[in-house]
């Protein structure tokens, strides 16, 4: 060994020494303020050891950890990276790490962090519990009941597991066994927030209304801030019809789990607190078609208050909302910002204009197909003596509750016996839906050819009727003022209220529910019944 290397060996292992001697102490100051809660001072000690131990396994996972707590996931990842690599037998720091990209939203990464952590020490608990949480954040619901499972063959008196596995359970549309599985969890915690939470959206799922309400008003007596619990009591508050309270409560859904980011902008959020008039106001699309659709009738209301109104929505949607009244310029999302004094998003409107069932702006037709469109598709329809009947039984698939609100083709067969001519208004068919289409020569479709809603408006207008099942073409059909049978799921979405055959937002429309869960055959069989009324009452005249 030459001097230079000996000397330069000496020198390190004197600085491991001395970083050791430096390090320890500030270890257990950092660990002992963590231990007595004082949070942000035990973050400041793990900071200034990592500044001498950059690789300080037990500082990277614990100030990891106090980041995830806080909800900076991004920080916690990159700390909790490095302490996987610091200790890669850590089990502790894989679950850790997985915890954190489950905050950023990265199910898939944090599945493989959980599997790591498990195969290390396979009866871990906790490991076992977050796989769960990130395959329910996937949807997979079957694969997160497996891990629930084994955590309560390890701890069968777990609240959390038990509370978790309901949840699981009402992603598999079985909200009376999740009952079942969440009230054992609160015997376990009387006082679980999260469990009364899970408990008011099953008891909502079985129609169970007025248990479901106090069951979400236990829980944010429990804990006021709980996000869900507030969003939950107000979808349920507005099936009710209590818009008013509904509405004011639904201002909680940026803070809710799975929430989209919080509409950001330099200008004033308006949430009615102020007089519009001779503001330019721009009213952004924050979720589906439908709502942007539905919402877009506030435009004419604040226009004739004195408001120009901007409306920034999905670019399929231009054309078509170009023809609301009231709406001064419509621009597609990402196209370039415009000015404007005040912004809202376009579901804060009704509360900003304190809405209640009375003073819904229900007038329609708001939206209008345009000429050149209806002149497209007339010459492409052609005449027909039949009565035309324009249909759509299913949504977008990545919809939350599309199990629950969309049919298969196949279970309208009984429809298409009927002389009628059927034309499809929607322009995605799934693979499931194909080979029933094949054999329906009688239901015309045009998905190729129907680019975006302005087309979807020139074939609901030049049809009879529109049938379709909660889904944007039920938007548009109302919007247009056309007539609108809609097809609802036994717990239906809260716009359409319970316990009615109409809509205040739709006066065109008739509601026709499902009795019972996930009974299609009896809506089936009524809608088959009213056509040949229908028919009948036609050939007569």
Known sequence: MSNSVGQRAFQNARLRKRQ?????????????????????????????????????????????????????????EILLSRAVAADPRSAEAHMSLGVALNGLRRHDEACESHRRALALRPNYALALSNLGNASAALELYQ???????????????????????GFALQGLLRPAE?????????????????????RGR??????????ALESLERAVAVQPDHADAQLNKSLLLLLLGKLDAGFALYEWRWKASGAPAEPQSTKPLWLGQEDVAGKRLLLHSEQGFGDTIQ????????????????????????????????????????????????????LSVPFACKTVLETIPSATPYLKAEDEW??????????????????????????????NRSIPLAALSTLFSLPIDWICLQNEIRDADRAALLRLPTLR????????????????????????????????????????WLLLPFAPDWRWMIEREDSPWYPT?????????????????????????????????
Request: glycine share 4%.
């Open 374 to 403: 209806l002149a497209k598709w007339s010459a492409k329809l052609g005449v027909t003596r039949q009565m035309r009947i324009g249909l759509a039984w299913s949504g977008s698939a990545l919809h939350r509750n599309d199990i």
């Open 445 to 484: 479709h045009f998905e190729e050819e129907i680019e975006d809603f302005s087309d979807a408006a020139a074939l609901a207008e030049l049809c009879d009727l529109v049938i379709s099942v909660d889904t944007a073409v039920a938007h548009l059909a109302g919007a247009l003022g056309r007539p609108l």
């Open 295 to 346: 919402f877009s009738r506030y435009a004419t209301a604040l226009a004739s208050a004195g408001a120009t109104v901007i409306l920034d929505v999905p670019r399929e949607l231009k054309g078509l909302l170009r023809t609301v009244e009231g709406a001064t310029e419509v621009v597609a999302k990402g196209d370039q910002p415009l000015h404007y004094d005040l912004h809202c998003p376009l």
């Open 178 to 198: 999740a009952l079942a599985c969440i009230d054992q969890a609160l015997l376990l915690k009387p006082d679980y927030a999260d469990a009364l939470t899970n």
């Open 20 to 76: 050791e001697a430096d390090v320890l102490p500030l270890l257990g100051n950092a660990l002992q303020l963590q231990k007595k809660g004082l949070l942000p001072e035990a973050r400041a000690a793990y900071r200034q050891l990592l500044q001498l131990a950059p690789n300080q396994f037990i500082a990277l996972h614990m100030l990891g950890v106090l980041e995830s707590d806080a909800k900076n996931h991004q920080q916690a």
């Open 509 to 541: 429309a008739r509601l026709f529910r499902q009795p019972a869960d996930a009974d299609w055959t009896r809506v089936v069989d009524r809608v088959r019944r009213e056509l040949e009324a229908l028919l009948n009452a036609r050939h007569s005249t």
């Open 143 to 165: 694969e997160a009941i497996e891990s629930y499972d084994k955590v309560l063959s390890i701890k069968p008196a777990s609240p959390e597991a038990l509370n978790n596995r």
């Open 202 to 211: 099953a008891l909502h799922a079985l129609g169970r209304y007025s248990q």
